[in-house]
């Protein structure tokens, strides 16, 4: 790319991130909000990642774009992007005024016109459900250097690992030959025969390229998607490449699609060891308004192992629980025990593959109704419950809290 800045190109360059998911394998995590603005660590949401990596990279402006549950997302973006001390020009693009959005690559034909005012040479389309540390800088230059009609940024996974991603083979060039949804076996990348090259959800492309490719296809495939549709086809054309995701500051890379309560857990307990390889030059720079696993949400003489509690939640006094995420909107009464209540009432929350039991509000209302169930319809006392005293639903806060341990 030789005559090209960095600072020319990046001011060429809009983002546009995809922040209208669910994320279904999240059960109650996102009943209530979309994936992009789950809780991550003290102080962040998921989404500030993607937009961390923007602000970082010094690209310019940046289109959100909003669909399941924005309401909490979009509070989110206004109260700590575009404060007026904010770094990032963000505007946000809600399915409700300009879709709805039906697929990613859809959801770019819907927003056609707001995106030529914004007049870009590039778009970066990016997913704002993946937790990472990225500067975009390199990848659009890759992309403009090889004369690539797309380029899709990818991460070394191990082979076991990548059975239910997409998979890409390159060549030495780093031209993309094909790109396989789920494989039964992935193929091997080519520098590291122990890993494939998986699909970050992330791609560069020429502005005036894609808008005539989506004004082509447009309204011929319902939920035109970019892994399903666009990208294959650019692949059979041999003009798509690939850009490996680097590690920072000499560590592995960083990705985590966060897909499962599994995932989400594990990062949130990696966020508290700090064995999660974040780069601390690279931040997310916003004002703090909330935290996660406050000690004073958590009642005297309370047992929490392996548990993460979720900004807002709040643990009564004497409670045991393990294995667990609680969510914001749950209060624990005094005396719950996590272990005592499976056995003697099934299963009544939500249990991820490897065990993680998630404690919500409605989860705790299917508890109560089947204690309710289990009473002696012809001696009902509402202050009974199985000839134990009914506990108070209200938690009562200690001054201080000593959990065994939190998050």
């Not at 394998?25 to 979309?34: I, K, M, N, S, V």
């Not at 380029?151 to 396989?180: C, W, Y």
């Amino acid at each position: 790319m030789a005559g090209t800045s960095s600072e020319g190109l990046t001011g060429n360059v809009l983002s546009i991130i995809l922040a209208g998911g669910r994320g279904s394998r999240l059960h109650d995590l996102t009943d209530g909000e979309a994936k992009p603005a789950l809780p991550i660590g003290p102080h962040a949401r998921l989404i500030d990642f993607t937009l961390a990596n923007v602000v970082n990279s010094g690209l310019g402006e940046t289109m959100v774009l909003t669909q399941y549950q924005p309401d909490t997302l979009q509070r989110h973006l206004l109260d700590n992007w575009q404060a007026e001390t904010a770094e990032a020009a963000i505007s946000i693009l809600d399915g409700a005024d300009y879709g709805p959005y039906e697929g990613t690559a859809a959801a770019i034909s819907c927003v056609i016109d707001e995106i030529d005012i914004a007049a870009p040479r590039h778009v970066v389309i990016l997913a704002g459900d993946h937790l990472y540390q990225m500067d975009y800088r390199p990848f659009v230059e890759r992309h403009v250097a090889t004369g690539a009609e797309v380029t899709v940024g990818v991460v070394h996974v191990p082979r076991g690992q990548a059975t239910g991603l997409g998979v890409l083979e390159v060549d030495a060039a780093h031209r993309i030959t094909a790109f396989i949804e789920k494989p039964f076996v992935a193929p091997a990348a080519p520098d590291r025969p122990d890993q494939a090259l998986a699909s970050m959800g992330i791609y560069v492309f020429e502005w005036s390229l894609l808008r005539d490719l989506l004004k082509e296809i447009e309204g011929t495939v319902a939920d035109l998607d970019f892994g399903k549709h666009i990208i294959p086809a650019l692949v059979s054309c041999g003009t798509a490449y690939a850009y490996a995701l680097p590690g920072r500051q000499g560590r592995e890379p960083l990705w985590q699609d966060l897909g499962t309560l599994d995932a989400y857990h594990a990062v949130q307990r990696r966020l508290l060891d700090g064995s999660l390889p974040l780069d601390p030059v690279w931040p997310i720079e916003y004002p703090i308004h909330h935290g996660l696993g406050d000690r004073r949400a958590i009642g005297f003489g309370s047992h929490l192992r392996n548990v993460v509690l979720l900004p807002g939640a709040r643990v009564g006094r004497a409670v045991t629980i393990s294995d667990a995420i609680v969510l914001a909107d749950t209060e624990i009464p005094d005396g719950f025990e996590l272990e005592a209540e499976l056995s003697e009432h099934g299963k009544w929350c939500t249990i991820s593959e490897g065990g993680i039991r998630v404690i919500s509000a409605r989860a705790l209302q299917r508890l109560a109704s089947r204690r309710r169930r289990s009473l002696d319809p012809g001696h009902f006392d509402p202050g009974t419950s199985g000839g134990r005293p009914e506990r108070d639903s209200r938690p009562r806060m200690a001054e201080a809290a000593v959990p065994v341990s939190f998050l």
